[in-house]
């Protein structure tokens, strides 16, 4: 058994873009690019009046002049969504498969949309993804993303990465309760299911990951063949692994914590090949990564950017240096650890549009969160800033923290304590709200929604 499956994996090796030279793959990056972008010239609705608008001839660029041409910003996608789809003649055959949406975290979600093409597409960036990380079609990956109110591909491609594997999966089917359909699971029933089928991948938010871990171990259950827990939709900070390691050890399992980049755009992920080693393209033929600057120019390897994707070989939603947000380093060079090249995020330092200003205090919610998650006894959270008064625009500013913790601790002294952290890192003094697990003010319609929301 372990020299097939040795074989299997030296066969998708060879197959694999990334293990190519970083010369070799900017060519196959280049060539892959003229093509695309002969296609949009003609039937992009967005970037072929744009292109005109500036005077720019889009078949006539490569990676070499890319920066001629301007970045393209979410607002862009949310305000023109259905221009961003190639609208191919009939004789490509190539309707459209599905289609999932953004996360909604700072707006309406939009929707991305896949053809047929495409969803094999992503089906190689899954398997590549998988790959990546360690799994394999032994595996019995358990998927704990929620069931949300819009389709989201972090539940939906996690089912198709075991898939294109040949492994095993199952769905925790976690979300908020639906009585009239019953299709979602408490969080024991998620526990008990995850020790039945002897999961060996946990699969979803660390946060939620974590409740998991923790009701296993209240139910005195053990899940020994769990090997691997793959986090992505939140920071994965080294708090955060270390709290997962341990929760799991607490269930007889010895885990390896793998870490990933995701966004709705690519509907797939940059994935660590080991932890620290830097988040990897799977798929170098299908995506450009690129560092940009404000004015939206290509900067150095060593130099901090907003990370942008441009699309190569797509035929649904398709995007030229759409910027993801995230501030990064981006090397081209081959992983170290795996070999691996075609572009390798080496540090990140957050996402842009996550400051707000609260009591005139200008706050990163993702500081806030991670504090708040990982903070000792905390299983889960929900923040609510509001008006002191909702019908004074003018009153002041409120950050209500309900917490869940770990044995239900409801002491004065913790709540004392949480509050004087988050003071600590922020500047403004939270309401700590110990509730049950159960009573969080938690909407599941997307992924990504269920940690803060602002009343104001």
């Known amino acids: 058994m372990m020299s097939t499956h040795t074989s299997h994996s030296s066969v998708q090796a060879r197959e694999d873009v990334s293990f190519l030279s970083p010369q070799e793959i900017s060519a196959v990056q280049n060539e892959k690019l003229v093509k695309q972008f002969e296609l949009v010239?003609?039937?992009h609705s967005f970037y072929k009046a744009r292109s005109q608008k500036l005077g720019i001839k889009?078949?006539?660029?490569?990676?070499?002049?890319?920066d001629d041409f301007p970045a393209t910003s979410k607002t862009d996608l949310a305000e023109n969504f259905d221009s961003f789809r190639l609208e191919l003649p009939d004789e490509f055959s190539d309707p459209i498969w599905d289609i999932s949406y953004t996360s909604g975290s700072t707006s309406t979600p939009i929707p991305i949309y896949q053809t047929s093409r495409d969803f094999r597409t992503i089906l190689l960036t899954q398997r590549r993804m998988a790959e990546i990380r360690g799994m394999n079609s032994e595996d019995r990956i358990l998927n704990l993303y929620p069931l949300t109110q819009y389709p989201h591909g972090a539940w939906t491609r996690a089912n198709h990465a075991a898939a294109t594997l040949g492994a095993y999966v199952a769905c925790g089917m976690s979300g908020s309760?639906?009585?009239?359909?019953?299709?979602?699971?408490s969080l024991s029933e998620v526990a008990q299911l995850a020790a039945r089928i002897e999961a060996t991948v946990f699969w979803g938010v660390p946060s939620y990951v974590k409740k998991v871990l923790d009701q296993i171990e209240k139910e005195s259950l053990t899940i020994p063949k769990l090997r691997m827990i793959a986090v992505s939709g939140?920071?994965?900070s080294s708090q955060m692994k270390s709290s997962l390691i341990?929760?799991?050890?607490?269930?007889?399992?010895d885990v390896q914590?793998?870490?990933?980049?995701?966004?709705?755009?690519?509907?797939?992920?940059?994935?660590?090949?080991?932890?620290g080693a830097g988040f990897h393209n799977p798929a170098p033929e299908l995506f450009y990564f690129s560092v940009l600057d404000h004015a939206g120019r290509e900067v150095n390897?060593?130099?901090?950017?907003?990370?942008?994707?441009?699309h190569l070989d797509r035929r649904g939603t398709t995007l030229?240096?759409?910027?993801?947000?995230d501030q990064v380093r981006l090397t081209r060079s081959a992983c170290p650890e795996c070999g691996r090249a075609g572009g390798r995020i080496i540090a990140h330092q957050g996402r842009a549009g996550t400051l707000i200003k609260i009591r005139g205090q200008l706050v990163d919610r993702a500081v806030l969160e991670r504090c708040v998650s990982e903070f000792p006894g905390v299983i889960d959270f929900m923040i609510l800033v509001s008006k002191e008064n909702p019908l004074d625009g003018l009153s002041e500013d409120l950050i209500n923290i309900e917490v869940a913790t770990k044995d239900s601790e409801r002491s004065d002294q913790f709540a004392s304590a949480l509050a004087t952290e988050v003071k600590k890192k922020i500047n403004v003094t939270p309401i700590i709200t110990l509730v049950e697990i159960g009573n969080l003010h938690v909407e599941n319609v997307s992924i990504k929604t269920t940690k803060f929301r602002d009343e104001r």
């Open 246 to 253: 341990e929760l799991a050890a607490r269930i007889g399992a």
């Open 257 to 275: 914590i793998s870490n990933s980049l995701g966004a709705s755009e690519l509907q797939c992920g940059l994935v660590e090949c080991k932890d």
């Open 41 to 43: 010239e003609q039937y």
């Open 234 to 236: 939140e920071a994965c």
């Open 177 to 185: 309760s639906d009585g009239e359909f019953g299709a979602t699971r």
């Open 320 to 325: 030229i240096k759409y910027l993801l947000g």
């Open 58 to 66: 889009l078949s006539s660029l490569t990676l070499s002049n890319l």
């Open 301 to 310: 390897e060593d130099t901090f950017g907003t990370l942008a994707v441009t």
